[in-house]
Structure formats: structure tokens, C-alpha cells
């Protein structure tokens, strides 16, 4: 370890017979100050900066800072954070192993070993986000849709394996194993990491940044770690700290228990709620209280898993003997479990009865008062009592403009499934036939219920009670509706293994729940096409139709382009929505259905008490575990047969659409471009609040008449093996067509007209985000893109800023932005700019035709946090100024932003060196 430990704090561990060095936070303590009440979260960073002390990136001002943070709870103190390991899934892992093929042929051209271009920590890439659910309810769905993805994946899979080879200290797990959050749950995840170095064991805190915002639901096993962009994941591979300022942390004081009926997904849709009314965004979130003592460990992860929701870095859970008993269960090695055991308690971060650490500010829940919830129509931490849910659906659907009446006749719907006949009107309503049958759709009905995401699948608790609902409702005959698309996607194969120790698959299929991939598949648009005949009756008749999901996104556009609702529910609920077959009902006091006996069935008929799940996860067994993940990075024979080519450099293939090399290095053996003032930018999309990186970001499907649709089409690609945007983030071509073009973003240049369009000034044409940009590019004219509150909320989608790079954009101005996309943008050298109080695009009365400016931009002058003017020029020639405030937040971002980008920044320095 590289650290000059001024405070003399490194000490030994004897546990079972093996010494383990370790730096003291017990003797930091005796130069520092008592610690004792300090957050376990900031421990672990204290551990960290005590770790890697060098006198240059961390300094022992920078950890008495650290250990000053109990006087104020806050500190603008920046400070470098080195994580322990780096976790990827395939969507945003492709394009960082792009990014790393890149740098390794930009490191070859400029006359470096390109081998110098490896990951220094640990990297893990779990393959699961690229199934998705072409065929369902059928024992044989699981087979095709494998078949299918590596069909459609071969070529991305093969990088993959390229990169594994060719890269030290990167794993990949294969397809079809499960979701990344849960794999790293259930065997990655250590608590305590250890490393040899100098004929030393050194033991310390498991921390990690991943390139999925999910990250977090590692935090339940005690585990520090949050989600980053694939950029700055990469750099953090590359051996740079993650700079960040030293968080407030805000305390969760949970306290009593769970009412009969009473799920943990409700338990955190209610949390969720909680923290955002209560503004958490950049925090730390630390859970505490003696009601942690019966939250077993899987409750845990799931409330850590939603902090990207509630707006948190991260939901920290201290480790105590429920996370021990998790990491026995689990199959961990002895070892392992009692290191953790020893190494917590000497180090003052094992959770004892009564504890309650300092905190920035904190607020409490009785567990007992929580209702049974769900999540929507478009938000997650919008939350409905159940009860209340159907109301929420009416509101909605009062609010949405309804088209005239209009016969629509018999309508051929395209690949044959059916055929849609009847009246589109004002009604909400349409009749369509499929299979021979003829059936009613109306506003609200539920088109898809999927049991999907990592959230709730690796919650035995939750997974059980839906597996005992479904097996009371085939008892009293009840069945899934006919329009409902049903899927089961586990987070791991140790579900399917519980589910038939359990004897629950077989009722699970007969409603429709087979097995359809290990993977995030409805959450993340992976929800597959709808039957034919549904798809072109919702279209019709503009239907405002719903899906149910047990996940953790429900952003519009998301789950499905033709489903405007979307309810995120536990798995039971899920299960109880596709029996219900609409969200118009009152599942509190409505019948589901009509049993056999000719009687209504009830929601309360069915719903297992807590006894019988409790009976079910008892069979969950550690035999479980160490059976899936004996030979977890192996994958079956078709991962196996795929071809690895065998190459320091990656030899890029040109007619290849999915894998390109991309040109952001072009120019790295020169000088990195002067910082200058930005002159006549023009507008390129006016946006509201609450942009996601779903609205950004290309996601899910891809239009034939879109500008990554020509594209493919002009490559011969037929429309049928677009396959999606995510397994396409390794083609730059592909992805910049596809940035700003969601079907749901709102440019308000338009009228706020949905999709992705602008008009292209001064000509005032209408074109595509994408093919205004290129006119603009030609034009030699820089860009800027304008926002409201929460711009870049959502997923940790590197592309978002990749792609707004690409474009030409220079710099986004904001009234506030989410954590992980600011980063980004800076990492992609894009200048994030945030109005100052009471201004904003409304009060500037901007229509998206002016010229911009942005003044005070040099070398000399920039800092993080400065003021910098912003003076419009409206069409009449009137110029006004105003103030805004450059949201590059620490020296180390202001280094990467001088460079072009992080990166750029890394590879400079590795060419130079």
C-alpha cells in the first residue's frame, strides 16, 4: 500500500491463524479526535484516505477534514476516493472495453506499448442487459430467447471475450447467469477485500463504483458503493481516484416491524417518497435504529437498491450479524465470514444496539405504518396506496387528450398475430381479435406484468409470496387475462432453484410466469413486442394502457413505447395486476376474478400470510448457492464456442455496426484544445424538468424511419435485426443517431411536441435532433442545450453525454442536475452551467431562437464553482446578461475539463509518461 500513514495507524488482525495488516480508524483516532460517532459510510472513506495517504492526492489535512466533518456535518472538502473494484453490466461495459480498445490503438499510434492501457483495480462485467422477452408464457421461452440473444449478440460477445483475454484484472460472467446487482449480492461482494502486496495480507473496507446506478444495492451487505458513468468507471480502472467532496449524510432511523401483508417493496416505495420530499440528491444515506436488527439482509438490499431513486449516492446498511448470516447463506467461505466478523469490530464499524451516529440530518419511519404501495404512473417515488391506485389511473387519464371519433374498421395487424376490429373513440376502448378470440382493450388494461429487475428478484421474501399468490389462485381457478404479457426474469438461478424446492414453478407457469432469461430485461425497454393484434389496437385507439412491474424505473417511454402507465409493485402485486388484467380496479376490495365455483376470488382470498413465506425461504439453502456459482465466469457451450481473436490491439472490423472505433482520441498526441468563451451557440433543444438519461440516452427500440434506422438500413441491416440500442453502445454511428431521440422528450422550440425533433434556426425547418446538428456542424456553429429542474435523472448512461458530445453540443445549461450526469458531462468535456436563483428558461422568456454566448471561459479564469456570463441575443438584435454558475465541482473535474475529457486526461498522461 502506498500510504506514508503520518498517523502511525497500521496494525495487525490475527484471525484464524492468518495475519491481515490494516490501517487503525481505533489509533487514527488518538491524533484525530473521537470518532466513535462519526457515520459508518464516512468510516469507510476515512479508512480509504488513511489507505492510500500519499502526500500528493491525499494529504493528512484531508483527513483531518474527514474526521472535522462531526463538528459542522458538512464539509466542502474535496477528496480522492479509490474504490476497491469496478462492476459493470454489458449495455454500459461494451462501449468502456470500446473506450479501453481505443485508448490502446490511440497508445500504439503515438509509439507507447499499448499494454500500458490495463485495468489496475478489479473489474467484474456481468452480461445482463441484453436479453429480452420476444416469447413468454410457453416452457420454451427461456430457450429461444437465449437462442435469440446470442443470435443477435454474437458480435458484441466476442469483444467481450476479446476483452477478457486480452485485458488483466477483468472478468466477465456470461449470459444467462443473472443480473449484476444480484451476482454481486450473492458471490462478489465480500464486506472485507483483501490484497497481497509486499508478502503482506493487507485486509480493508469492500467498497466499488459500478457502471449501473443499482450499484447501490450492494450497500445492504455493508458494502460502500454507488454508480458512476462508464467514463469515470473507466478511469477509476485506470488507476484515478474518484474526486469527490465530502458527503452530508443524511440518517434513516427505521424502528418497529412490518405488518402482516406488508412487502419490503412497499417498505421502500415508502422510503423512497420519504427521502425525495426530503432532498437528498449528492448525499450519503445512511439506514440506523434497533428496527435494522429483524430487517433480514435481502430488505436491506432491496432499500439500498432504490437510491438512485431517492435521489441518494448511496443507502449505507452497518454490518452486524444479519449480514454475517447472509454471507454464510450465501456460501461464502468461513474465512471470509469470520475476517468480516473480526476486522468490523476492531475497526468500530459493526452496528451495536442503541448506536446512533452524528448525522447532517435525519428522519424516521415505524416500519408498522407502512400500507401496501405501488409506484406510478411515471415516477418511482410517486407512491399510491394500493387502495388508491385506480383513482391515480383516473387522473391521469383525464388529463390526456383524447382523439375524435373515428371508425377504424378491421385492421391487419402486422406479422399475422390477429387482427384488431371495432370503434377507436372517445370511449377508451376497442375490441381485437387474436387467436381466434375476440376481446375487449380499454384505458388502463394491463398489457404487461413482469416479475424483472434486480430491486425485487433478489428478495426471496417477495419472490416467495408471489409464487404461494400464484398457487392459491390456480387452486380457486383463476387465470392471467388474455392481453397480459406475463415474464419471469430472475436476478440469479439460485430463484429457480428455491422456486422449485419450493414446489411454486409449476403454478407460476400455468399463470403465465415462465422462466423467460437471468437477466434485466421489462425495466430497462427489454419488455419485447406486445402481440401483434394488442399492439395495433393500443395504437388505434390511442389507448392509455398500463404495465406492472417489481422494478425500480416507470419513466415514460421506458418499459414500452405504445405504454403510457407504469406501476412498479412487488412481485405478488405483479402477479395479482396480470389477474385483474387492469389498474381501474380496487385490488383492496374488488374481486380478481371468478373462482370454479362460480364465486369471486379476492385479493385477500390469496395473498399468503407471513408465516407461509416465511415457511417457503426457509428452504433456501447454501447447497444453492455453491451449486450456481461453482463455475459462474465458464458460461454454456454457446459462450464457449464463440471465436476470441487473440491480439494486444483490437482489429476493428468496418463494416461492423456494432462495434466502431470511436473518434474521441483522433487528435491525443497534440495539445489538448484552448479554453475559450462560447460565441453564437445556437439552441438545440429547450427542455423541461425531469429529463432523464431515458430521454437522452438511446434506449430500447430502434424506428425504421429514425436517423440510427436509415443508418442500419444504408449498412443492409434489415429492420427485423436492429436489435436495440443498448447492445448497440458500441457503435458510435449508431448511438449519436439515437441521442435526444426518445419518443416521449419534449422539445419546447416545438410547442413541446413529443419526440425528437428541433427546428433548425435561422432557417426554421424541422428536422431530427441528429440531422439539425450535422447542419449545424457544417455551419461551423456551436451548441448549447437548455433545461429545467433534475436534468439527467435516471440511469448512469454514459451515452447520454457521449452522445451529446458528439453532436456538437459545448455546454448544458440547467436549473439543477442529477449527480452521475453532471459527472459525465465533464468527463465527455461538455461544460455544465447552472442558472442562478430566480432564473431559469421561463423567466428569460427563451424560445430556443436566440443566439448564446458564454462569457468568462479561459484558461486563467476557470474555477469550479465560478460565475460565468451568459448573454442572449434575441431575434430583434436585444441582448440581455445574466449570471450562471459553472458546475464543474472539483479541481480534478476542472483538470479533466481542460483536457477534453477524463480519458483524455488518463491517456495523455500514460503517453507522456
Same mark, same amino acid.
Given at each position: 500500500?502506498?500510504?506514508?500513514?503520518?498517523?502511525?495507524?497500521?496494525?495487525?488482525?490475527?484471525?484464524?491463524?492468518?495475519?491481515?495488516?490494516?490501517?487503525?480508524?481505533?489509533?487514527?483516532?488518538?491524533?484525530?479526535?473521537?470518532?466513535?460517532?462519526?457515520?459508518?459510510?464516512?468510516?469507510?472513506?476515512?479508512?480509504?484516505?488513511?489507505?492510500?495517504?500519499?502526500?500528493?492526492?491525499?494529504?493528512?489535512?484531508?483527513?483531518? @477534514?474527514?474526521?472535522?466533518?462531526?463538528?459542522?456535518?458538512?464539509?466542502?472538502?474535496?477528496?480522492?476516493?479509490?474504490?476497491?473494484?469496478?462492476?459493470?453490466?454489458?449495455?454500459?461495459?461494451?462501449?468502456?472495453?470500446?473506450?479501453?480498445?481505443?485508448?490502446?490503438?490511440?497508445?500504439?499510434?503515438?509509439?507507447?506499448?499499448?499494454?500500458?492501457?490495463?485495468?489496475?483495480?478489479?473489474?467484474?462485467?456481468?452480461?445482463?442487459?441484453?436479453?429480452?422477452?420476444?416469447?413468454?408464457?410457453?416452457?420454451?421461452?427461456?430457450?429461444?430467447?437465449?437462442?435469440?440473444?446470442?443470435?443477435?449478440?454474437?458480435?458484441?460477445?466476442?469483444?467481450?471475450?476479446?476483452?477478457?483475454?486480452?485485458?488483466?484484472?477483468?472478468?466477465?460472467?456470461?449470459?444467462?447467469?443473472?443480473?449484476? $446487482?444480484?451476482?454481486?449480492?450473492?458471490?462478489?461482494?465480500?464486506?472485507?477485500?483483501?490484497?497481497?502486496?509486499?508478502?503482506?495480507?493487507?485486509?480493508?473496507?469492500?467498497?466499488?463504483?459500478?457502471?449501473?446506478?443499482?450499484?447501490?444495492?450492494?450497500?445492504?451487505?455493508?458494502?460502500?458503493?454507488?454508480?458512476?458513468?462508464?467514463?469515470?468507471?473507466?478511469?477509476?480502472?485506470?488507476?484515478?481516484?474518484?474526486?469527490?467532496?465530502?458527503?452530508?449524510?443524511?440518517?434513516?432511523?427505521?424502528?418497529?416491524?412490518?405488518?402482516?401483508?406488508?412487502?419490503?417493496?412497499?417498505?421502500?416505495?415508502?422510503?423512497?417518497?420519504?427521502?425525495?420530499?426530503?432532498?437528498?440528491?449528492?448525499?450519503?444515506?445512511?439506514?440506523?435504529?434497533?428496527?435494522?436488527?429483524?430487517?433480514?439482509?435481502?430488505?436491506?438490499?432491496?432499500?439500498?437498491?432504490?437510491?438512485?431513486?431517492?435521489?441518494?449516492?448511496?443507502?449505507?446498511?452497518?454490518?452486524?450479524?444479519?449480514?454475517?448470516?447472509?454471507?454464510?447463506?450465501?456460501?461464502?467461505?468461513?474465512?471470509?465470514?469470520?475476517?468480516?466478523?473480526?476486522?468490523?469490530?476492531?475497526?468500530?464499524?459493526?452496528?451495536?444496539?442503541?448506536?446512533?451516529?452524528?448525522?447532517?440530518?435525519?428522519?424516521?419511519?415505524?416500519?408498522?405504518?407502512?400500507?401496501?404501495?405501488?409506484?406510478?404512473?411515471?415516477?418511482?417515488?410517486?407512491?399510491?396506496?394500493?387502495?388508491?391506485?385506480?383513482?391515480?389511473?383516473?387522473?391521469?387519464?383525464?388529463?390526456?387528450?383524447?382523439?375524435?371519433?373515428?371508425?377504424?374498421?378491421?385492421?391487419?395487424?402486422?406479422?399475422?398475430?390477429?387482427?384488431?376490429?371495432?370503434?377507436?373513440?372517445?370511449?377508451?376502448?376497442?375490441?381485437?381479435?387474436?387467436?381466434?378470440?375476440?376481446?375487449?382493450?380499454?384505458?388502463?388494461?394491463?398489457?404487461?406484468?413482469?416479475?424483472?429487475?434486480?430491486?425485487?428478484?433478489?428478495?426471496?421474501?417477495?419472490?416467495?409470496?408471489?409464487?404461494?399468490?400464484?398457487?392459491?389462485?390456480?387452486?380457486?381457478?383463476?387465470?392471467?387475462?388474455?392481453?397480459?404479457?406475463?415474464?419471469?426474469?430472475?436476478?440469479?438461478?439460485?430463484?429457480?432453484?428455491?422456486?422449485?424446492?419450493?414446489?411454486?414453478?409449476?403454478?407460476?407457469?400455468?399463470?403465465?410466469?415462465?422462466?423467460?432469461?437471468?437477466?434485466?430485461?421489462?425495466?430497462?425497454?427489454?419488455?419485447?413486442?406486445?402481440?401483434?393484434?394488442?399492439?395495433?389496437?393500443?395504437?388505434?385507439?390511442?389507448?392509455?394502457?398500463?404495465?406492472?412491474?417489481?422494478?425500480?424505473?416507470?419513466?415514460?417511454?421506458?418499459?414500452?413505447?405504445?405504454?403510457?402507465?407504469?406501476?412498479?409493485?412487488?412481485?405478488?402485486?405483479?402477479?395479482?395486476?396480470?389477474?385483474?388484467?387492469?389498474?381501474?380496479?380496487?385490488?383492496?376490495?374488488?374481486?380478481?376474478?371468478?373462482?370454479?365455483?362460480?364465486?369471486?376470488?379476492?385479493?385477500?382470498?390469496?395473498?399468503?400470510?407471513?408465516?407461509?413465506?416465511?415457511?417457503?425461504?426457509?428452504?433456501?439453502?447454501?447447497?444453492?448457492?455453491?451449486?450456481?456459482? @461453482?463455475?459462474?465466469?465458464?458460461?454454456?457451450?454457446?459462450?464457449?464456442?464463440?471465436?476470441?481473436?487473440?491480439?494486444?490491439?483490437?482489429?476493428?472490423?468496418?463494416?461492423?455496426?456494432?462495434?466502431? $472505433?470511436?473518434?474521441?482520441?483522433?487528435?491525443?498526441?497534440?495539445?489538448?484544445?484552448?479554453?475559450?468563451?462560447?460565441?453564437?451557440?445556437?439552441?438545440?433543444?429547450?427542455?423541461?424538468?425531469?429529463?432523464?438519461?431515458?430521454?437522452?440516452?438511446?434506449?430500447?427500440?430502434?424506428?425504421?424511419?429514425?436517423?440510427?434506422?436509415?443508418?442500419?438500413?444504408?449498412?443492409?441491416?434489415?429492420?427485423?435485426?436492429?436489435?436495440?440500442?443498448?447492445?448497440?453502445?458500441?457503435?458510435?454511428?449508431?448511438?449519436?443517431?439515437?441521442?435526444?431521440?426518445?419518443?416521449?422528450?419534449?422539445?419546447?422550440?416545438?410547442?413541446?411536441?413529443?419526440?425528437?425533433?428541433?427546428? $433548425?434556426?435561422?432557417?426554421?425547418?424541422?428536422?431530427?435532433?441528429?440531422? @439539425?446538428?450535422?447542419?449545424?456542424?457544417?455551419?461551423?456553429?456551436?451548441?448549447?442545450?437548455?433545461?429545467?429542474?433534475?436534468?439527467?435523472?435516471?440511469?448512469?448512461?454514459?451515452?447520454?453525454?457521449?452522445?451529446?458530445?458528439?453532436?456538437?453540443?459545448?455546454?448544458?445549461?440547467?436549473?439543477?442536475?442529477?449527480?452521475?450526469?453532471?459527472?459525465?458531462?465533464?468527463?465527455?468535456?461538455?461544460?455544465?452551467?447552472?442558472?442562478?436563483?430566480?432564473?431559469?428558461?421561463?423567466?428569460?422568456?427563451?424560445?430556443?431562437?436566440?443566439?448564446?454566448?458564454?462569457?468568462?471561459?479561459?484558461?486563467?479564469?476557470?474555477?469550479?464553482?465560478?460565475?460565468?456570463?451568459?448573454?442572449?441575443?434575441?431575434?430583434?438584435?436585444?441582448?440581455?446578461?445574466?449570471?450562471?454558475?459553472?458546475?464543474?465541482?472539483?479541481?480534478?473535474?476542472?483538470?479533466?475539463?481542460?483536457?477534453?475529457?477524463?480519458?483524455?486526461?488518463?491517456?495523455?498522461?500514460?503517453?507522456? @509518461?
Amino acid at each position: 500500500m502506498p500510504s506514508l500513514d503520518s498517523l502511525k495507524t497500521l496494525k495487525t488482525l490475527q484471525v484464524a491463524g492468518h495475519t491481515y495488516h490494516y490501517f487503525s480508524l481505533t489509533a487514527a483516532a488518538d491524533a484525530l479526535g473521537d470518532l466513535q460517532r462519526l457515520p459508518m459510510s464516512l468510516k469507510v472513506l476515512l479508512e480509504n484516505l488513511l489507505r492510500w495517504e500519499d502526500g500528493r492526492s491525499v494529504t493528512g489535512d484531508d483527513l483531518k @477534514a474527514l474526521a472535522s466533518w462531526l463538528k459542522d456535518r458538512r464539509s466542502e472538502r474535496e477528496i480522492q476516493y479509490r474504490p476497491a473494484r469496478v462492476l459493470m453490466q454489458d449495455f454500459t461495459g461494451v462501449p468502456a472495453v470500446v473506450d479501453l480498445a481505443a485508448m490502446r490503438a490511440a497508445m500504439a499510434k503515438a509509439g507507447g506499448d499499448p499494454q500500458r492501457i490495463n485495468p489496475l483495480s478489479p473489474v467484474d462485467l456481468v452480461i445482463d442487459h441484453s436479453v429480452m422477452v420476444d416469447h413468454y408464457a410457453s416452457h420454451a421461452a427461456f430457450a429461444e430467447n437465449v437462442d435469440l440473444e446470442m443470435q443477435r449478440n454474437g458480435e458484441r460477445y466476442a469483444f467481450l471475450r476479446w476483452g477478457q483475454s486480452a485485458f488483466d484484472n477483468f472478468r466477465v460472467v456470461p449470459p444467462g447467469t443473472g443480473i449484476c $446487482h444480484q451476482v454481486n449480492l450473492e458471490y462478489l461482494g465480500r464486506t472485507v477485500w483483501t490484497r497481497e502486496e509486499d508478502g503482506r495480507t493487507y485486509a480493508f473496507p469492500d467498497t466499488l463504483v459500478g457502471t449501473d446506478s443499482h450499484t447501490t444495492m450492494i450497500n445492504g451487505l455493508g458494502v460502500l458503493g454507488w454508480g458512476v458513468g462508464g467514463i469515470e468507471a473507466e478511469a477509476a480502472m485506470l488507476g484515478q481516484p474518484v474526486s469527490m467532496l465530502i458527503p452530508e449524510v443524511i440518517g434513516f432511523k427505521l424502528t418497529g416491524k412490518l405488518r402482516e401483508g406488508i412487502t419490503a417493496t412497499d417498505l421502500v416505495l415508502s422510503v423512497t417518497q420519504m427521502l425525495r420530499n426530503k432532498g437528498v440528491v449528492g448525499k450519503f444515506v445512511e439506514f440506523y435504529g434497533d428496527g435494522l436488527a429483524d430487517l433480514p439482509l435481502a430488505d436491506r438490499a432491496t432499500l439500498a437498491n432504490m437510491a438512485p431513486e431517492y435521489g441518494a449516492t448511496c443507502g449505507f446498511f452497518p454490518v452486524d450479524e444479519i449480514t454475517l448470516d447472509y454471507l454464510r447463506l450465501s456460501g461464502r467461505p468461513t474465512e471470509t465470514v469470520e475476517l468480516v466478523e473480526a476486522y468490523c469490530k476492531a475497526q468500530g464499524l459493526w452496528r451495536l444496539p442503541g448506536q446512533e451516529p452524528l448525522f447532517s440530518d435525519s428522519l424516521a419511519l415505524d416500519m408498522g405504518e407502512v400500507q401496501a404501495s405501488l409506484a406510478g404512473p411515471k415516477r418511482p417515488q410517486d407512491r399510491v396506496a394500493l387502495n388508491q391506485v385506480s383513482q391515480a389511473f383516473e387522473q391521469f387519464i383525464a388529463l390526456q387528450p383524447k382523439p375524435l371519433a373515428k371508425e377504424v374498421g378491421r385492421l391487419e395487424s402486422e406479422g399475422g398475430g390477429g387482427v384488431a376490429v371495432g370503434n377507436a373513440n372517445q370511449t377508451g376502448a376497442i375490441d381485437y381479435t387474436h387467436a381466434g378470440q375476440t376481446h375487449t382493450l380499454h384505458d388502463g388494461a394491463v398489457v404487461i406484468a413482469a416479475i424483472t429487475s434486480c430491486t425485487n428478484t433478489s428478495n426471496p421474501s417477495v419472490m416467495m409470496a408471489a409464487g404461494l399468490l400464484a398457487k392459491k389462485a390456480v387452486e380457486l381457478g383463476l387465470q392471467r387475462k388474455p392481453w397480459v404479457k406475463s415474464s419471469l426474469a430472475p436476478g440469479s438461478k439460485v430463484v429457480t432453484e428455491y422456486f422449485q424446492a419450493a414446489g411454486l414453478t409449476p403454478y407460476l407457469d400455468q399463470l403465465g410466469f415462465d422462466l423467460v432469461g437471468y437477466g434485466c430485461t421489462t425495466c430497462i425497454g427489454n419488455s419485447g413486442p406486445l402481440d401483434a393484434a394488442i399492439e395495433t389496437a393500443i395504437a388505434s385507439a390511442d389507448l392509455s394502457v398500463a404495465s406492472v412491474l417489481s422494478g425500480n424505473r416507470n419513466f415514460e417511454g421506458r418499459v414500452h413505447p405504445l405504454v403510457k402507465t407504469n406501476w412498479l409493485a412487488s412481485p405478488p402485486l405483479v402477479v395479482a395486476y396480470a389477474l385483474a388484467g387492469t389498474v381501474r380496479t380496487d385490488l383492496s376490495q374488488d374481486p380478481l376474478g371468478v373462482g370454479k365455483d362460480g364465486q369471486p376470488v379476492y385479493l385477500r382470498d390469496i395473498w399468503p400470510s407471513q408465516h407461509e413465506v416465511a415457511e417457503a425461504v426457509a428452504k433456501v439453502d447454501t447447497a444453492m448457492f455453491h451449486t450456481q456459482y @461453482a463455475d459462474v465466469f465458464a458460461g454454456d457451450a454457446q459462450w464457449q464456442a464463440i471465436e476470441v481473436p487473440q491480439a494486444a490491439t483490437y482489429v476493428w472490423q468496418d463494416d461492423s455496426t456494432y462495434i466502431q $472505433h470511436p473518434p474521441f482520441f483522433e487528435h491525443i498526441d497534440g495539445p489538448p484544445p484552448a479554453i475559450g468563451d462560447i460565441q453564437g451557440a445556437r439552441i438545440l433543444a429547450l427542455l423541461g424538468d425531469s429529463v432523464t438519461t431515458d430521454h437522452i440516452s438511446p434506449a430500447g427500440n430502434i424506428k425504421a424511419d429514425s436517423p440510427a434506422g436509415r443508418y442500419l438500413r444504408d449498412k443492409g441491416v434489415a429492420p427485423h435485426d436492429f436489435n436495440s440500442y443498448g447492445s448497440r453502445r458500441g457503435n458510435h454511428e449508431v448511438m449519436m443517431r439515437g441521442t435526444f431521440a426518445n419518443i416521449r422528450i419534449r422539445n419546447e422550440m416545438l410547442g413541446g411536441e413529443e419526440g425528437g425533433n428541433t427546428l $433548425h434556426i435561422p432557417s426554421g425547418e424541422k428536422l431530427s435532433i441528429y440531422d @439539425a446538428a450535422m447542419r449545424y456542424q457544417q455551419e461551423g456553429t456551436p451548441l448549447v442545450v437548455i433545461a429545467g429542474q433534475e436534468y439527467g435523472t435516471g440511469s448512469s448512461r454514459d451515452w447520454a453525454a457521449k452522445g451529446t458530445n458528439l453532436l456538437g453540443i459545448k455546454a448544458v445549461l440547467a436549473q439543477s442536475f442529477e449527480r452521475i450526469h453532471r459527472s459525465n458531462l465533464v468527463g465527455m468535456g461538455v461544460l455544465p452551467l447552472q442558472f442562478k436563483a430566480g432564473d431559469d428558461r421561463k423567466q428569460l422568456g427563451l424560445s430556443g431562437r436566440e443566439r448564446i454566448d458564454i462569457l468568462g471561459l479561459s484558461e486563467a479564469t476557470l474555477r469550479p464553482g465560478a460565475s460565468l456570463q451568459l448573454r442572449i441575443t434575441r431575434d430583434d438584435g436585444q441582448q440581455q446578461q445574466v449570471e450562471v454558475l459553472c458546475r464543474i465541482d472539483t479541481l480534478n473535474e476542472l483538470e479533466y475539463f481542460k483536457s477534453g475529457g477524463i480519458l483524455h486526461y488518463v491517456l495523455r498522461q500514460l503517453i507522456a @509518461a
